[in-house]
């Protein structure tokens, strides 16, 4: 299901629940479409009405993010965000024909070769610890474009922050 | 190590001379700074026409333009000279040293025949009451702007005794937008004033690092255009373009060897960013470094036998010295910087006596200037983030990357600090400025 058809049946699903509150007659509509839902998805049937999340779009499942933020200056993966690289790594290692991208970014400070070099190491330490899950080298690129690709164009650390970077990218996706 | 500041004489006075926009030609519009004090009081008196219809163009304006730039002059204005003369026999010594002059150039542009100009001019010292210097020259309309830049090297040469560097070219990048946030990167090369730019490669990825051959027929430079960055060279007047490496990684730091026949460059192919020297003609690669740091931005001593390069081998970049052939490393990587919490892109001066850097102190990225005999470390710049110092030919003037109201400049400066002048791109940023070695023909 798309993420609009999804958002028009969360919707639908709301102000059922909203009426609900109110009339016993729309409660019983709530009750019939759910038992619709749950027959569809016993018989296996795939359907719009069907609730199904897709992870890299489900704000809880860890593979919905996909940029690591790293310190000045350093190129660790912090032990917060741990979680999120080994999420995209096992995916990854369960699904061998699918390949990304990691880009790497640093912020403006310092030197623009530096940059390059500085968001390269960035990507290569999110690259090991997915090596180490098992994902294949043949499945990562590895591509640093320094300070040059900035998301925030400010000179202050709020900006700076948010370019210290590695977006994990899905061509094709 | 001493740390020291360029000490700055108290009594200041800025002129910011906006040089009038040639329309369509200068793309880079100039502000000086200048300190006045020490500065050599000459006069440049307008050059005599003799043709049809009004002059071709104002050469004094270039002239006095360049020798301001210098930090070392200080031209007289035109509405306060109450002498105007051209011949020789004309110039009243009296006069100008009554008005406080040390020296005076006077000349004339004569029409000789369609688009063909005899120019001559000649230089007087003041106080001696003698010619210093005196040139003709030959030239068409579109040769008078370069044959200013010509004169004010031989002005600034017979009075300092010092090679000038007015008549080369500084190559640079700009950087604009468009409406939807796309970027647009060229690669350009202008006078040395930002007059007559030429843009010489257009790309929507990042185009970094261009440096000039010692001939100054090529710049090397990297390109994302292939979708990784890798290194390309392209001659200037010619526009034909060769790429030089295809290696997987971040392939860095183009320098071209003093015999133009090699080329140091930062790989990270192997692991993390090393550097390599490649030898230009038959390709062939040599490793120079094998660290656990990322190693960078070599520059080459002009004898050819070492580099200067950036490493974060100890932590955070430093600069290290080591000796080089053809085959690689010959010798063990030396610090040479102490000073500071980082301390990066070095760039050598062409007698190979100081050194160039971006040295951050407390997080403020300024020039700085290495003297490698006192081992002195000097501060030049006080912008929050300069970076890409690089010597004019004659070791005089640094050209560097700054930050100007939130867009990048370009700033040169003086190198023993007299003055300091700041060249912007009219729509967009400017960065990453080399200086040209000093022209063949």
Known sequence: ?173 | MMLKKIKLNLLIIFLCLSVVSVPARASLTIDITLWLDNATPIAIVPFGWKGVGKAPMKMTDVISNDLSRSGRFAPMKENEMIEIPHEGRDVNFATWRNLNMKYVVIGKIQMQARNSYQVQFQLFDVEKGSQMAGHSFQAKENQLRRLSHHISDLIYEAITGERGAFDTYLAYITVSRNKKGQNRYRLAISDSDGYNEQILFESSMPIVRPVWSPDGQRLAYVSYASGRPQIYIQNVFTKNTQQLTNFKGSNLSPAWSPDGRHMAMSLSKDGNSELYIMDLNSRRLSRVTRSYGADLEPAWFPDGKSLVFTSDRGGRAQLYRIEVNERGATGRAQRITFDGVENLRPSVSPDGKRIALVHNAGGQYRIAILDLESEQLSLLTDGQLDESPGFAPNGSMLIYASQARGKGVLAAVATDGRASHKMRFTSGDVREPAWSPYKQD
């Open chain 1, 1 to 173: 299901m798309n993420k609009w058809n999804k958002f028009l049946l969360v919707g639908l699903l709301a102000s059922f629940g909203v009426a609900c509150t109110s009339t016993s007659e729309n409660q019983t509509d709530e009750t019939q479409t759910q038992q619709d839902s749950q027959t569809d998805s016993r018989s296996g049937a795939q359907d719009q009405t069907t609730i199904q999340s897709d992870p890299f779009t489900d704000p809880s499942n860890p593979l919905s993010t996909t940029t690591i933020y790293f310190d000045f200056d350093r190129s660790e993966v912090k032990a917060a965000d741990r979680e999120v690289v080994m999420a995209h790594a096992r995916y990854l290692a369960d699904n061998a024909d699918v390949k990304i991208v990691l880009e790497g970014h640093a912020d403006e400070r310092g030197t623009r070769e530096y940059n390059i070099a500085l968001g390269e190491r960035r990507a290569k330490a999110v690259s090991q610890l997915m090596l180490l899950q098992g994902v294949s080298q043949s499945q990562i690129d590895i591509i640093s474009f320094g300070e040059e690709r900035p998301v925030a164009l400010g000179h202050d650390e709020s900006a700076w922050s948010v370019n210290r970077r590695v977006e994990i990218l899905y061509p094709g996706r």
